[in-house]
């Protein structure tokens, strides 16, 4: 066969299949489908980078609190506590958060001046592990306990693992939304693909009693169920992409440390990027199965 | 002159119930005109069926261009049916694609160059006289352009055997003639050429054609007189016969 020939050849044949009714339904299917599985891709990843982050703050991190009132007392047991966590095999890194920076954080709640009012607050110590598992953290909260009874230990994991597993589970549900509109999205191109076989019997009955194998049957369909895939996956892409941009932009504007940890690397783009052409590919292949299979009940 | 078709003991049984074709045996010979006639549903379109690979028989060995059809394999079938142009008896025109590009689809089917294809339409056109009309729709086309439409559609590949499903019978005289015409250059140019017809005028016709005839799904010899004789008044003469043409022998066995 020529290639000039034969290329042109499908798409003059193509045209016998232009008349079909639901050809414009594809694309509406595609570009809804692919817009919800972009943005439950989006979400999915976003969330699960949030849930890593999460993981890598908390994981191995405590806040060492030290509660009295009077204020010099209170720096002399945060001096003393601070040295026997660096003294810890299991302590990484002990940072005291400064005063100033603490009265700053408090000051929506207790007022300008906590501190002069003779409201006690308390000193803090950020503590990183060398590890993170919990037998550490135990030691770690014995040794400061010893040290200070006015010392309070508290691992972040505690108070952030439900976030977490909110988190990841949020991540997985995504997943589980994509794989669900994949399937979906097959099932219903292959439906569309027969029915469009079912409207176009008459010319196909013609074009394989002239002699057309199976497969250039099939390929009149998928240049049809390409082209209509295609213009969806463009229309729903163009949508997706914009939604997500808005989405992102909103969250980076919140400043919220939880949400910051939501941001799509590279690869994370990628693969949103490359769900286009996944569904453009899936649907000429099932549409191809659906055709091939149909063809071979003719004699 | 070599068999280009061989029916034997032949069978078509649609679903349950009576055969269609009962023991039908005959031989087709290479660049021959054969008429096929029968009353209606005499079981004419079931044999051309079977003849171009739209259906298998039900017993019966059927040899086509020497080689057994029943058992071919699917696959082999489209390039056996690229060697066989048919003219369907309602046209089967694509109601969506131009003349010419109807007429083309053989060729592009085959995988022809699109340079030669646009050529061998445009002489095709010019040969049933409707090169006006390339661009048209067939909706759009009478009758009688419809029916050489389909006509160049299923010869424009040059098949070495044509099968015709009573491609005169919704048109007038005049163009049932031109339309003999046509087929009958065709078979000069060396195509072998079945043709179902209930018009037995047509037969006179064609001098040196060979005549199958049905009768309820079995192959019979033609009366001579046909039964609906109405008188030809002032018959045309006949069309000159090829040069080499023997005199009529029905070619025929186990029967
Ligand atoms: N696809 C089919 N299924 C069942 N019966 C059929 C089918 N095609 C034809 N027949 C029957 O076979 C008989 C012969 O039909 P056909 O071959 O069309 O005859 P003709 O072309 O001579 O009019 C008729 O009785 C018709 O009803
Ligand atoms: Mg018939």
Redesign the interface.
Known sequence: ??R???T???G??A?????GGGAHVMSWVIAIMLFLTLLAGAAGLATARAAGALDRQMAGRLTVQIVEGEAQRRDAAAAQVLGVLRAQPDVALATPVAQADLARMLQPWLGTDAEAAGLPVPALIDVDLTSDGSAAIARVRKAVMRASPAARVDAHATWLGPVGRLLDTAAWLAGAIILLMLVATMAVVMLAARAGLEAHR??I???H?????DR?VARLFQRRIALDAGIGAVAGGILAGAAILLIAGQVGALDSELLGGMRLGLGDMAMLIALPFAFVVLAVGAARLAVLRQM?RM? | MANIVQFENVGLRYGVGEETLCDVSFTLRSGQFHFLTGASGAGKTSLLRLL?????PSRGIIRLFGEDAVILP??R??????RIG?VFQDF?L????SAA?NI???L???????S??ARAVREMLNWIGLSERAAARPATLSGGEQQRVAIA?AVIARPELLVADEPTGNVDPAMAERLLHLFHSLHRLGTTVVMATHDWHLIERVPGAHHLHLERGRLVDPDPHPPVASPAPASPPPIPARPDAKPSTIVRSGL
Do not use: N
């Not at chain 1, 009693?209 to 194998?213: E, F, K, P, R, S």
């Not at chain 2, 171009?52 to 298998?56: A, D, I, K, M, T």
């Open positions: 066969m020529k000039g020939g034969k042109r050849a499908t003059a044949e045209r016998a299949l232009d008349d008459g010319t009955e013609v074009i009693m002239l002699g057309a194998t250039q071979r004699l | 171009y690979l739209s259906q298998r699917r696959d079938l489209p390039g056996f049916r690229r048919v089967r694509i109601p969506h694609l590009d083309a689809l053989p592009r089917v085959a995988g022809m160059a699109e030669d294809v559609r």
